[in-house]
């Protein structure tokens, strides 16, 4: 038979999630392509000996998950250092870092000699990193403490830490990104390179007191510098996270990346044939020189890894007060700060748009939101270029309407709705305005672009698509049908890519994931179905045992 499949997969429950969501039993592949979906016994026709038959045995069978936020090395961090997400209190986190200092004594999986290469990687670190790799082996390293969780909710701070060691740097860095924990010799070793206003004392937020170990924004930069990975310890850190990524479903990622040897590592693994995920890589503004000067564009690059946007901060945090407010937070005095601030940023965009480059940019804060709206409508057609906001958390109904309206594309993670709870996150530094975040379905009811994303907090879009589902508030709150084509065929657009990715239909990519539940019929424990299968181009690259 000249026409065999390659791969048929049969006996499942195929939702094809485009308009509407169609339901089949079976998908055909060939050549890496969908090339029909039907019945089991439509599909079984376009099999020969020669064609490999996957038996669903009633698996929910999706497209695979495009995550258009994620910091992979990060990701990886977690794996190979102290995973502080699990940590219940203050405690728990020191023992957890405890047990990484006797673990790492002498380790050079640790971090890596610290040469960088422009061009990748995780979005915090900015400038050369450590070139001795003895010093860099020095440091106890702690990835994703969510204090937010903890009672009382506190942050770690230099005595926490110091408890862990006072001859090593230890360095604990929070969820978001945006605050890290140091103990005093990191703290020794670094406070010159940090900007005092972003220097946590014990007397004011930031100024002058002792140091209580607690830095925001710019002075993190030094910290992720003093750790950045180099390319071997890169390359083992993209490939843990990726197989872990897969079997989360996940087949496609927008990369955050800025100064590693990230996209190296992508591109290598591509050429390797070990890449099992399509990467899409968002530069930082350190490299908008560069990609002009290279006569980079958006979409330019092979099949699995492209250029995307060009990415920027506006504002910082909700975790470390530092996202940009309209009005004071709720438990504690200023409305946040611009670690970009809007006339910086209205030249990166007008830039970026000079040379056919999307661009998208972090705003959490709703003044923050404000001000990339401005520019995009000032400077751009957002509609055909396709600019993006990045997490978008607090925005009013003017600000919803306006990202509906002008085309620019909502990328949103749900997880981030764990804190929307009455004792959560958000209720602590906005109180009644919590209701106002991730205000998902009135993003849906405009017709706006919405992508959903994880920022790695975890990468776990199942856990994303529950939270949305549950979400505390209606305005927060999807159906899964719509929560799922936020993972999928929105997170593709975002990324120009609905022509081939997002949903399954004959001519897409055969990227497709396999559910032992229905999330249909159980809404309420999305986060607990598990991924038995996950392909990417029709190959399986996550089968669970």
Not at 24 to 40: K, L, P, Q, Y
Not at 293 to 304: D, I, K, V, Y
Not at 518 to 531: C, F, K, L, N, Q
Request: hydrophobic content about 40%; proline content about 4%; some cysteine.
């Amino acid at each position: 038979m000249t026409d065999a499949a390659d791969v048929v997969l049969v006996d499942g429950e195929v939702h094809t999630l485009g308009e509407p969501d169609e339901t089949h039993e079976a998908v055909a592949v060939r050549d890496g392509e969908i090339v029909r979906v039907g019945s089991t016994y439509d599909v079984e026709f376009l099999a020969d000996a020669e064609t490999d038959v996957i038996d669903l045995d009633g698996d929910v069978l999706l497209p695979g998950f495009v995550d258009a936020h994620t910091h992979l090395t990060n990701s990886g961090r977690y794996l190979v250092h102290a995973d502080l997400s699990t940590a219940d209190s203050p405690e728990d986190a020191v023992e957890l870092l405890r047990e990484r200092a006797t673990e790492t004594t002498g380790d050079t999986a640790a971090s890596g000699d610290g040469a960088t290469a422009a061009g990748g990687g995780d979005d915090r670190t900015a400038g050369d990193a450590v070139g001795d790799d003895s010093a860099a082996d020095e440091y106890v390293l702690g990835f994703g403490y969510d204090e937010s969780t903890w009672t009382p909710s506190r942050y770690l701070t230099r005595e926490d830490l110091d408890a862990v060691s006072e001859t090593r740097p230890v360095i604990a860095f929070r969820e978001d990104m945006h605050v890290a924990s140091v103990n005093g010799v990191a703290l020794e070793r670094h406070r010159g390179e940090m900007p005092d206003g972003d220097v946590q004392t014990d007397t004011e937020r930031a100024g002058a007191g002792d140091p209580t170990g607690v830095v925001v924004e710019e002075a993190v930069d030094p910290l992720y510098d003093a750790v950045e990975p180099d390319y071997e310890a890169t390359r083992e850190l993209v490939t843990a996270a990726q197989a872990a990524a897969n079997e989360r479903g996940v087949t496609g990622i927008h990369d955050m990346v800025r100064r590693s040897h990230a996209p190296a590592v992508y591109r290598d693994l591509a050429a390797a044939g070990e890449l099992t995920l399509r990467v899409r890589l968002n530069y930082w503004t350190d490299h908008l020189d560069a990609l002009i000067e290279l006569g980079e564009r958006t979409n330019h690059g092979s099949e699995l890894v492209q250029t995307g946007a060009v990415k920027s901060y506006t504002d910082g945090s909700f975790g470390g007060r530092t996202a940009k407010l309209s009005a004071p937070y709720a438990d504690g005095d200023g409305t946040g700060q611009w670690v970009v601030d809007p006339e910086e940023l209205r030249e990166y965009v007008a830039r970026a748009e000079a040379h056919d480059l999307q661009f998208t940019a972090h705003a959490i804060g709703d003044e923050a939101v404000r001000a990339v709206v401005e520019a995009y409508e000032d400077l751009t057609d957002p509609a055909a270029a396709r600019h993006r906001i990045e997490h978008v958390e607090l925005a009013d109904a003017d600000l919803r309407e306006r990202i509906a309206e002008s085309g620019i594309v909502a990328s949103m993670q749900p997880n981030f709705l764990k804190w929307a709870g009455e004792d959560g996150l958000y209720a602590d530094r906005l109180g009644e305005r919590r209701a106002e975040t991730n205000r998902l379905a009135d993003y849906t009811a405009r017709d706006a672009h919405l992508a959903f994303g994880s920022d790695c907090m975890p990468l776990d879009p199942l856990l994303g698509v529950h939270h949305a589902v549950n979400a505390p508030a209606a305005g927060q709150r999807l159906d899964p049908t719509t929560a799922l084509r936020a993972y999928t065929r929105g997170a593709a657009y975002a990324g120009f890519d609905e022509d081939r990715l997002g949903t399954v239909e004959p001519g897409k990519r055969a990227d497709l994931v396999a559910l032992d539940a229905s999330p249909w019929d159980e809404p309420g424990a999305i986060r607990d179905i598990d991924v038995t299968l996950t392909t990417l181009g029709g190959d399986v690259v996550y089968e669970r045992d």
